[in-house]
């Protein structure tokens, strides 16, 4: 079916419009808040005036950029849950507007579905079920995807999200907001080795996962190695690689347990530490030694963006499986932190 959809994403601190053309994406375009970054954390006050500003001129440039104009659309998808109530309303209320001045369907989508089905964006031809393990700022889960619209959880974390323990981690490290990339930046030059840091909830009788216990370790060894001065140098790579060895082993021995637990021979890792350099590596690897597919999305597909909410809505879209323009925003749990800024959980 000949068809074009708009999507919007706003659940969190990007502002994302994309254009899905016949199932592609024919555009994307992500604002991303810089102004967190000063806070440790996304302040949602901020974040829901800054998605105000920027909604508009993000969707004009996404439907500019695939060559398109309202009057062509057949439909506007958009992200209703979970996420930050103010960032999540302003595009559902954008969506809304654009559905109901334009005569044409509505579509709700699911932040983690979409996550989940961002593997579609860079492997069309993913053959379902396969396994997902979903790591960002606020997520942390292992899932069975079976179909586009079958979605089996099968763990998440009990505390902090991996991506919540990267950038933990990284703070006390005086590096900055986000710190993930700085951690992996830095852990390149360091000894994976050089310390031993606990892996959290290794039993092989959940698929839960835990990383406050790591994050206090860590906290103890600056306090008795380091008392004076944050660390500096080859010391801070060493931490930074084996604090990240850490993480990223448990994800990785996690995901493949999960893979033969219940049969699945496709596994794929999403959402924004997908992009760490090392669990990429490693994933790769205990896929290859264990003959499993491993679906690779792009860093640009990983972090929050709305190409992903078009795919989801796509397949609602050919589904007929649309919103009432009465749908709301929801925003599902989300915990303060002694910071007052906020983590969301899927
Ligand atoms: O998906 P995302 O963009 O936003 C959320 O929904 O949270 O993920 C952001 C998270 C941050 O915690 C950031 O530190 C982490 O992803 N991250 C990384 C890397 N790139 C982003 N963590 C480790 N290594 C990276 N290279
Ligand atoms: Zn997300």
Request: glycine share 10%; with cysteine.
């Amino acid at each position: 079916m000949p068809a074009t959809l708009l999507a919007i994403e706003s659940s969190c601190d990007e502002t994302s419009a994309a254009v899905i053309r016949d199932g592609a994406v024919a555009s994307l375009v992500i604002a991303s808040q810089k102004e967190h970054s000063a806070w440790g954390g996304v302040m949602p006050e901020l974040a829901s005036r800054s998605h105000v500003r920027a909604i508009a001129p993000t969707i004009t440039e996404a439907l500019s950029n695939a060559g398109t104009t309202p009057a062509e659309l057949s439909a506007v998808a958009v992200t209703t849950q979970p996420g930050l109530i103010g960032s999540l309303l302003v595009g559902v209320n954008a969506a809304k507007g654009m559905a109901a001045a334009l005569g044409i369907p509505l579509i709700g989508v699911h932040h983690i579905e979409a996550h989940l089905l961002s593997v579609l964006i860079d492997t069309p031809q993913a053959e379902f079920p396969w396994l997902s393990l979903v790591v960002s700022g606020g997520h942390t889960l292992l899932y069975v995807v079976r179909a586009a619209d079958d979605f089996q959880l099968l763990g998440s974390t009990r505390d902090d999200a991996a991506g919540e323990a990267f950038d933990k981690g990284a703070k006390m490290l005086g590096l900055g907001y986000p710190g993930g990339p700085l951690v992996d930046q830095h852990a390149r030059n360091g000894n994976r080795t050089a310390h031993t840091f606990p892996r959290g909830l290794l039993s092989p009788t959940t698929h839960d996962f835990s990383f406050s216990g790591l994050k206090t370790a860590l906290r103890y060894f600056l306090r008795d190695r380091f008392p004076d001065q944050i660390p500096t140098g080859q010391d801070l790579a060493d931490i930074c690689a084996s604090y990240q060895e850490a993480i990223v082993e448990t994800l990785v021995e996690k995901t493949i347990r999960a893979a033969a637990a219940h049969g699945l021979r496709r596994v794929s890792v999403v959402g924004g530490v997908s992009a760490n350099s090392r669990l990429k590596q490693r994933m790769e690897q205990e896929c290859n030694k264990h003959g499993l597919a491993n679906y690779i999305i792009k860093p640009i597909h990983g972090t929050d963006n709305a190409a992903m909410i078009g795919i989801a809505g796509w397949h609602k879209f050919l589904a007929g499986n649309f919103s009432p323009l009465s749908v709301t925003a929801r925003a599902s749990t989300i915990r303060a932190d002694r910071h007052g800024t906020v983590r969301v959980k899927g």
